[in-house]
């Protein structure tokens, strides 16, 4: 996998690293985010316990570099967001990051495949690798059959299908760093620990962090480590939306 | 950014909402057929106008207005003024420069196609369409006191074949009351189409004209024998109109004076083509109104594109936060939405131009032969594809209203996907 040179090499910066970082929607609104502190590391998987309102979809846009912060640092994979431009942010994410949803994770005017290459499109990098390759094997390797399902209309899948889909194109091109929002509470408790487990597998093989936020603390016993976002965000207002 | 990635998402985003973009470019197609129609029927309509007469290179008749003079003399719409004499007709056929002159004769019908005295010259120096000549498609000129030709429409409205027999009426109304019964016309030739007020016209010889006329301009006609009428001298002391045709067109401007300012008479000269000129910028308000509906059309149909992105927009909040999540900048977002914009209006436009070809090819038989429409002056050329240009464009620019909308959401919902 290509990296541009003044990146540092996995491993050696942490995945995430907030410091003294307060956020808010309106320019003079209470803050939602006021985190002092929170780091993860290299390929370390971290569980955020949040309920709704709690300003966990918030803290994932501002660490993927969507939402601006009011202040404060965000370190990603060793790259200062705050100081780089919108644009230099979008490419970054492109590059880096793999991001999966609750649910409709997926383009449903595309087929399987091409939702699952779409990074590619705003990334060079991420597509150099023979992303059509990667992304057959990934599939394979959450459990679906490439050959029956990537030419397949995305919203010809069920629910479980389409987020091992979402997971696959998240991991395209080995990124340093999986947000996940909610992952699994559209499935069912069996299909969401399989779900998980294979998720872990992949990351761990790509090595790449894990930011996985959900409500439900019971996924917690999965992770390296859990956090109570409640705790981390002395903020705790209600969020517009969960 | 490249704009190639999200052309093809923009393209499979239009496929995947089947029915809905179908309508819309239905929508387009149908209102871009409707201007481009418009647009040829204008070209069509001015070229056949401006094609009425050629190889003439001056009328003269009695002085009111140049307009009022082409109106009457080619159009034979309206009357004229005042005649002018035998004399004055001489004067200016004997004129140095002068090749040929045709003198007509009006003031007479059949059921509503006036009906024009002339010689037989007039099949022969006649032009229109850049120096086409008359042709016949059947029989020959008149040759014999009471012959006459008529106009493809004529014969084709009264179907009329050679050897019929007509009767002309005193004046120019669809009903006349005097009729020149007592001297049947017989048919010697039909002309073919030209999509000119030939087709309309009857043609007799000057002296016929005077025959009837004989005994009483308002008469049945004469009783007199044919053979005691073609051993009379009748040769008429008055004309409405002649055309001139000179050695060279340069002497034109030299005998319009000659003749505008001729003492004796008031006699008027002009020249088909500034007269027609003129007249079309009469005729051409119309036309100019016709053409600003039609683009009015295509703005309806482009407001469709309009109508059916936005209220997609909604729904397709999703989206937007997913391509964003992707690594998608805002202008990503933007550009999506205005190519689909600009690719539903291209397809509308290239399905309504091929439409209108298509349909231009299937009727040219028709064209030339009622209206003596040349289907090659309206082939697919420059027009066809600025307004194909110019309908992408313009979808594109209205596009951006919805594209706006989209890119402030998706800076406002980042990842967060609010429905």
Request: net charge neutral; charged share 20%; proline share 5%.
């Amino acid at each position: 996998m290509t990296r541009s040179a003044a990146s540092p090499t996995p491993g050696s910066a942490p995945a995430v690293d907030l410091e003294a970082l307060r956020f808010a929607y309106e320019r003079k609104g209470p803050d939602v985010i006021d985190i002092p502190r929170f780091t993860a590391a290299a390929g370390e998987r971290v569980f955020l316990k949040g309920a709704s309102g709690s300003g966990k979809s918030t803290l994932l846009g501002l660490i993927a570099g969507i939402l601006d912060a009011r202040s404060g640092a965000v370190r990603v994979l060793g790259e200062d967001l705050s100081a780089l431009s919108a644009a230099r942010r979008d490419r970054f994410r492109a590059e880096r990051l793999g991001v999966i949803f609750q649910m409709f994770n997926l383009l449903p005017w595309l087929p399987v495949g091409a939702n699952i290459v779409l990074p590619g499109r705003f990334s060079p990098a991420r597509r150099a690798g023979g992303l059509e390759a990667e992304g057959r094997r990934l599939l394979t390797r959450l459990g679906l059959d490439p050959q029956a399902v990537w030419d397949r209309p995305a919203r010809a899948l069920s629910v479980g299908q389409q987020q091992r889909v979402a997971a696959a194109r998240a991991l395209i091109g080995r990124p340093g760093l999986i947000l996940a929002d909610e992952p699994t509470s559209a499935l069912d408790a069996d299909s969401r620990d399989a779900f998980i487990a294979l998720l872990m597998e992949e990351c761990a093989a790509s090595g790449a962090a894990l930011i996985f936020v959900s409500h439900d603390g019971a996924l917690a016993r999965h992770f390296d480590r859990a956090e109570d976002l409640a705790v981390l965000n002395r903020a705790g207002l209600a969020e517009a939306a969960s | 950014m490249s704009a190639a990635p999200i052309l093809s998402l923009a393209w499979r985003s239009i496929l995947s909402r089947g029915v809905t973009a179908l309508l819309t470019v239905a929508t387009v197609a149908v209102s871009v057929m409707l201007f481009l129609s418009v647009e040829k029927a204008r070209h069509g309509a001015r070229a056949s106008f401006e094609n009425t007469i050629s190889g003439v290179d001056l009328i003269v008749g009695a002085r009111s207005s140049p307009v009022n003079l082409l109106l009457y003399s080619v159009f034979h719409i309206g009357d004229a003024t005042n005649n002018i004499t035998w004399d004055s007709y001489q004067e200016v056929a004997n004129a140095p420069g002068v090749a040929w002159t045709v003198p007509i004769s009006l003031g007479d019908s059949h059921r509503g196609y006036r009906v024009v005295g002339t010689t037989q010259g007039f099949f022969e120096r006649y032009q229109y369409a850049g120096r086409r000549p008359l042709r016949f498609n059947e029989g020959q000129p008149f040759e014999r006191l009471f012959d006459a030709v008529v106009g493809a429409t004529v014969a084709r409205q009264l179907g009329y074949q050679t050897g019929d027999e007509i009767i002309v009426a005193h004046g120019a109304g669809a009903v006349s009351f005097i009729e020149h019964d007592l001297n049947p016309f017989t048919i010697t030739g039909i002309l073919a189409p030209t999509g000119t007020p030939v087709d309309r016209s009857v043609f007799v010889s000057l002296e016929a004209i005077e025959a009837i006329h004989l005994d009483g301009a308002t008469g049945r006609g004469t009783a007199r024998s044919l053979e005691e009428l073609e051993a009379m001298d009748l040769r008429p002391d008055q004309i409405t109109a002649f055309l001139v045709g000179l050695d060279s067109p340069v002497g034109a401007l030299r005998l319009q004076r000659a003749v505008n300012t001729y003492p004796r008479e008031p006699l008027q000269a002009i020249m088909p083509g500034v007269a027609l000129a003129q007249l079309w910028q009469v005729v051409g308000a119309a036309e100019t109104t016709l053409a600003a509906v039609a683009a009015f059309v295509v703005l309806t149909g482009l407001i469709s594109i309009l109508i059916s992105i936005l209220t997609s927009l909604n729904e397709r909040r999703r989206e937007m936060a997913i391509l964003r999540a992707l690594g998608a900048r805002p202008g990503h977002i933007f550009a999506l939405l205005v190519m689909e914009a600009a690719l539903l209006a291209l397809a509308g436009a290239l399905i309504g131009a091929g439409l209108t070809h298509g349909a231009l090819q299937l009727g040219a038989p028709v064209l030339e032969a009622r209206y003596g429409i040349l289907i090659a002056g309206l082939a697919p050329g420059l027009t066809d594809a600025v307004v194909v240009a110019g309908v992408t464009l313009a979808a594109a620019v209205l596009g951006a209203f919805p594209a706006w909308r989209a890119y402030r959401q998706s800076l406002a919902d980042g990842m967060t996907i609010r429905v």
